[in-house]
């Protein structure tokens, strides 16, 4: 059995678009390996590639050049598939289909035997908190039920790789702490997840890599901490019981005042920080917290989005 769940090597696709047929790149070459068991994230902005990327992979579009492999198949492979779950950015659900017809229906096209169907959709249904709605017709599903009962489809057949295109898309707080845990729930059993997201707090929480697709080329894949470092940026301390007198005194003015009166700064290093904590201290100040803040994978997705608009740019300009 191969331990890679899915490589690519010089995967692209070239669109065909408008009366002139003008090619379009929407893949650029992609080479990736992802290994079994992995969670891997993949963000970039809007038209960036990811769908197609996925797509690809799912032999729901061919590759203009390139190959790729699912669970050491070519991709399009039926045995391959088989051992896959996916869901869709924009899924279409039968909605006359109560959630566990709806759930059935997807079991038999896996060939699973009705008693492991129904096994799977009693433990499913309560896993993504649909276990109430389990025979309410989906047309009565809000979008955010709709998601949690494609989650419920992706996994109706135990799949050895998960692949999910904007799971938390229409899903509240407590919706995307939910797929939170299922993903984890996965990494746990060994399943390998392959996810894009637009919430890039979600994906540096749950991923082991992440990869960073911007103009349908691969910019930087690593783990969280190799992609952002563990630079930090700034340092935020929170002081408690200051007059407005006393704030005039300090070395800096707060970033802002909490509900609670907490006066909140941010200073630029370690050392403004224990400057601006002495003075407020020898002054009747108190100190109710102090944190130091790294680079986040937002503000490195931005760093990498602003610096291949800029080469653009400027190539354009060339």
């Known amino acids: 059995m191969s331990e890679t769940a899915i490589r690519t090597e010089g995967l692209r696709k070239v669109y065909r678009t408008g009366f002139l ?20 994230g993949l963000i970039g902005p809007n038209g960036a590639g990811k769908t197609t990327t996925l797509k690809l992979l799912m032999g729901l579009n061919s590759p203009t050049s390139g190959t790729a492999q699912i669970l050491g198949e070519p991709i399009g492979s039926m045995r391959a598939m088989a051992r896959v779950g996916f869901l869709p950015e924009r899924p279409y659900f039968y909605d006359y289909l109560t959630a566990t017809e709806f759930l059935h229906f997807y079991g038999q096209l896996h060939g699973m035997p009705r008693a492991r169907r129904i096994d799977m959709i009693d433990r499913l249904l309560p896993l993504v908190h649909m276990e109430r709605a389990r025979d309410t017709q989906l047309r009565k599903f809000s979008k955010g039920m709709l998601q949690r009962v494609g989650i419920a489809q992706a996994l109706m057949n135990d799949p050895e790789l998960v692949v999910l295109d904007e799971p938390s898309s229409g899903l509240d707080p407590m919706g995307r702490l939910l797929i939170r845990d299922i993903v984890r729930d996965l990494k746990t059993k060994g399943t390998t997840v392959l996810f894009c997201s637009h919430v890039l707090s979600d994906v540096e929480e749950v991923s082991d890599r992440v990869g960073i697709l911007i103009a349908g080329k691969l910019q930087d894949v690593g783990t969280v901490d190799e992609l952002v470092g563990k ?10 019981g200051l007059t ?38 020898e002054r009747g100040g108190e100190l109710f917290g102090y944190v130091a803040r790294r680079e986040s994978l937002e503000q490195h997705f931005m760093d990498e989005a602003t610096s291949v608009e800029r080469q653009d740019r400027e190539a354009g300009v060339r």
């Open 244 to 281: 407005d007198d006393l704030v005039a005194e300090l070395p800096l003015q707060p970033h802002r005042v909490s509900s609670r009166g907490h006066h909140i700064f941010e200073a630029a290093d370690h050392s403004a920080a224990r400057a601006l904590v002495a003075a407020a201290v």
């Open 21 to 40: 047929r003008r090619a379009f790149v929407g893949l650029h070459g992609l080479d990736l390996e992802i290994p079994r068991g992995e969670v891997f």
């Open 231 to 240: 630079r930090e940026t700034t340092v935020e301390v929170t002081l408690h």
